[in-house]
């Protein structure tokens, strides 16, 4: 029996495989590696296709240095938009059009390093108003709030906070410098505190080590993280990564699977750069990928809903909440 076999054995019978092991399907044959993904998500996961979308809540302007990001005030890219925090009316019309789509999750994202009280509490009010009228769920991407905020938050209707580790405790410094990698740690831990689902993954392409992406991806495997964001760079002019190398099909399949075992029972999130894959992530979603951002991303065009509802369908899979 391969490393591969084997290791998918020991996911199947309940057990968890530890980063030596994890290391080890980074040479392994693709195609069985992706195979052997897709079966553990199958029987542990089953069908069902967690399908998000995210609205650009409060865009630009933003006093965080992350390399990647078009609304960073330290870089000078085509993102020249600006705008405060959206009211209840326009928050509200985004839901109702998700909602009406067959949507299950809405993410309300927000530029800038947090939100403030004042900004929090108006937050909270278009929540309670969105969870009313509509039957989405909310989730929050507010930057690194504390555990106060976050039980606000919770009160309002939120069911779930995203915080994006980005990459390895090694190699974040490389691409952030103005927070920390334990200020993002301990705002994924406040939230959970506050009773919130956490859903936490990060960006492949920056310049990292495969090492780099199983580290981050047990990172959130110690925190409990129920969502793991899996985005490709999409290399933004102006940006220090404009000239990055995108990930190749082949490879996001890789980290995908690799994702999927060593954390089996994730929603494992295909994101931003997904419009860049000519097969808008079918291959990725045949190796152990069970759910996607749909629509558009916060600076760049996306796919629309109802081409990835029809993908879904073509997959097998059925639209519905994995992990709650």
């Given at each position: 029996?391969?490393?591969?076999?084997?290791?998918?054995?020991?996911?199947?019978?309940?057990?968890?495989?530890?980063?030596?092991?994890?290391?080890?399907?980074?040479?392994?044959?693709?195609?069985?590696?992706?195979?052997?993904?897709?079966?553990?998500?199958?029987?542990?996961?089953?069908?069902q296709?967690?399908?998000?979308?995210?609205?650009?809540?409060?865009c630009?302007?933003?006093?965080?240095?992350?390399?990647?990001?078009?609304?960073?005030?330290?870089?000078?890219?085509?993102?020249?938009?600006?705008?405060?925090?959206?009211?209840?009316?326009?928050?509200?019309?985004?839901a109702?059009?998700n909602?009406?789509?067959?949507?299950?999750?809405?993410?309300?994202?927000?530029?800038?390093?947090?939100?403030?009280?004042p900004?929090?509490?108006?937050?909270?009010?278009?929540?309670?108003?969105?969870?009313?009228?509509?039957?989405?769920?909310?989730?929050?991407?507010?930057?690194?709030?504390?555990?106060?905020?976050?039980?606000?938050?919770?009160?309002?209707?939120?069911?779930?906070?995203?915080?994006?580790?980005?990459?390895?405790?090694?190699?974040?410094?490389?691409?952030?410098?103005?927070?920390?990698?334990?200020?993002?740690?301990?705002?994924?831990?406040?939230?959970?505190?506050?009773?919130?689902?956490?859903?936490?993954?990060?960006?492949?392409?920056?310049?990292?080590?495969?090492?780099d992406?199983?580290?981050?991806?047990?990172?959130?495997?110690?925190?409990?993280?129920?969502?793991?964001?899996?985005?490709?760079?999409?290399?933004?002019?102006?940006?220090?990564?404009?000239?990055?190398?995108?990930?190749?099909?082949?490879?996001?399949?890789?980290?995908?699977?690799?994702?999927?075992?060593?954390?089996?029972s994730?929603?494992?999130?295909?994101?931003?750069?997904?419009?860049?894959?000519?097969?808008?992530?079918?291959?990725?979603?045949?190796?152990?990928?069970?759910?996607?951002?749909?629509?558009?991303?916060?600076?760049?065009?996306?796919?629309?809903?109802?081409?990835?509802?029809?993908?879904?369908?073509?997959?097998?899979?059925?639209?519905?909440?994995?992990?709650?």
């Amino acid at each position: 029996m391969n490393i591969t076999e084997q290791l998918k054995k020991k996911i199947l019978d309940g057990g968890q495989i530890s980063r030596e092991e994890a290391l080890l399907l980074k040479d392994a044959p693709l195609k069985e590696l992706t195979d052997a993904a897709d079966e553990i998500r199958r029987k542990i996961c089953g069908s069902q296709f967690d399908i998000c979308t995210i609205i650009n809540g409060k865009c630009g302007r933003c006093s965080e240095d992350c390399k990647y990001c078009a609304q960073s005030i330290h870089y000078h890219t085509s993102c020249s938009e600006t705008y405060p925090l959206l009211d209840t009316e326009q928050l509200l019309e985004g839901a109702k059009y998700n909602d009406a789509r067959g949507v299950l999750r809405y993410s309300i994202v927000t530029s800038g390093r947090k939100l403030s009280d004042p900004e929090v509490d108006q937050v909270c009010e278009s929540i309670r108003t969105i969870r009313k009228e509509t039957s989405i769920q909310v989730c929050v991407s507010f930057g690194l709030l504390k555990e106060e905020q976050f039980r606000k938050l919770k009160e309002a209707g939120a069911s779930r906070v995203h915080c994006n580790l980005e990459s390895s405790r090694r190699y974040f410094p490389s691409v952030c410098t103005t927070h920390t990698y334990e200020e993002k740690i301990e705002t994924l831990k406040a939230a959970k505190r506050a009773g919130l689902s956490i859903c936490s993954g990060g960006i492949l392409g920056l310049g990292e080590t495969m090492e780099d992406r199983i580290d981050m991806v047990i990172t959130a495997r110690e925190l409990g993280v129920r969502s793991v964001p899996m985005n490709l760079l999409n290399p933004i002019p102006g940006t220090p990564y404009e000239h990055n190398r995108p990930l190749t099909v082949e490879e996001a399949c890789r980290c995908a699977a690799i994702f999927r075992f060593l954390i089996p029972s994730a929603s494992i999130r295909l994101a931003g750069g997904r419009g860049l894959m000519g097969d808008h992530g079918e291959a990725c979603f045949q190796s152990g990928a069970n759910a996607a951002i749909s629509g558009d991303m916060l600076t760049t065009a996306g796919i629309t809903v109802e081409t990835d509802m029809e993908l879904i369908k073509k997959l097998g899979f059925e639209a519905g909440l994995h992990n709650g």
